[in-house]
C-alpha cells in the first residue's frame, strides 16, 4: 500500500531565506507525485506535479520539486520565500495503475516571518 | 470556469444530530471525491464518483455516512449521527478528462460537532 511522509509539521522561515519541505513516499509500482498548498480558510491548490519526463517540475511562482526514485523523495523547495507563502503544503502520490486514488500527506505548516 | 462549489461553509451541530453537504464540481467532469481533512491531517478520501457510480468507498463509515451522486452531476454527503470525532473540514473535488491527473478543490465545509 502506498503512503506519504511529510517529515516536518511547521517549518518556520524568514522572508527571502531558502526553504525545503521534506516528502518520502512508499509504494510497491510506478507513482505519480503532487504538491498542493492550501491557503487559510481555502482548499487545496496544485502547486505543481511529476508525471514523467524531467525529473525537475517547476511552478509558477518559483517553487521546485526533484523526484528521486532510489530515494522516493520528492522535496519542494524555494530559494527565496515571501511573506504571501505562509499557507499548508501537502505532498500526495498516486499509483500509476488505474484509477484516481490519491494518498496525502499530513502537509507542512510554512510560515514566513519578516 | 466556475470552481468546486461546497455548501455550507460552515456548520455546528450537537452529537446525534444530522448534517448535510453539497457539492457542484466544474461543469463537466465525471470524477468526483469527498474528503475527509481533520485538523493537523491530511485529506482523507471518503468516496469516490465516476458519473453516478461509486468507484471506491472502501474508507467511508458507512454505519453513519452516505453520499450520492444521482443525476452524475452534484453531490451530497451526510452524516447520520454524527459524533465528536467527526468534527473536520470536508472537501469536495472533481477531475476532468482534459486535465486527468489534477484534482480541483472546493473551498470545504467545516463541521464542528459538539
Known amino acids: 500500500a502506498q503512503s506519504v511522509t511529510q517529515l516536518d509539521s511547521q517549518v518556520p522561515v524568514f522572508e527571502e531565506a531558502p526553504v525545503e519541505l521534506r516528502c518520502n513516499y512508499s509504494s510497491s509500482v510506478s507513482v505519480y507525485l503532487f504538491w498542493y498548498v492550501q491557503y487559510p480558510n481555502q482548499g487545496l491548490q496544485l502547486l505543481l506535479k511529476y508525471l514523467s519526463g524531467s525529473t525537475l517540475v517547476e511552478s509558477i511562482n518559483g517553487f521546485e520539486a526533484e523526484f528521486n526514485k532510489s530515494q522516493t523523495s520528492f522535496h519542494l523547495r524555494k530559494p527565496s520565500v515571501h511573506i504571501s507563502d505562509t499557507a499548508e503544503y501537502f505532498c500526495?502520490?498516486?499509483?500509476?495503475?488505474?484509477?484516481?486514488?490519491?494518498?496525502f500527506g499530513a502537509g507542512t505548516r510554512l510560515f514566513v516571518k519578516a | 470556469e466556475a470552481g468546486v462549489a461546497q455548501s455550507p461553509r460552515y456548520k455546528i451541530i450537537e452529537k446525534r444530530q444530522s448534517v448535510a453537504f453539497w457539492c457542484n464540481p466544474i461543469?463537466?467532469?465525471?470524477?468526483l471525491y469527498w474528503y475527509q481533512q481533520i485538523l493537523g491531517q491530511g485529506p482523507k478520501l471518503l468516496i469516490q464518483f465516476q458519473n453516478n457510480g461509486v468507484v471506491d468507498d472502501s474508507q467511508l463509515p458507512k454505519d453513519r455516512f452516505s453520499a450520492e451522486r444521482l443525476k452524475g452531476v452534484d453531490s451530497t454527503l451526510k452524516i447520520q449521527p454524527a459524533k465528536l470525532e467527526d468534527s473536520a473540514v470536508y472537501l469536495c473535488?472533481?477531475?476532468?478528462?482534459?486535465?486527468?491527473?489534477?484534482?480541483?478543490f472546493g473551498p470545504g465545509t467545516r463541521l464542528t460537532v459538539l
Open positions: 461543469s463537466g467532469h465525471a470524477t
Open positions: 500526495a502520490v498516486r499509483e500509476n495503475t488505474g484509477g484516481f486514488k490519491t494518498i
Open positions: 473535488a472533481s477531475i476532468g478528462q482534459e486535465r486527468p491527473n489534477e484534482q480541483f
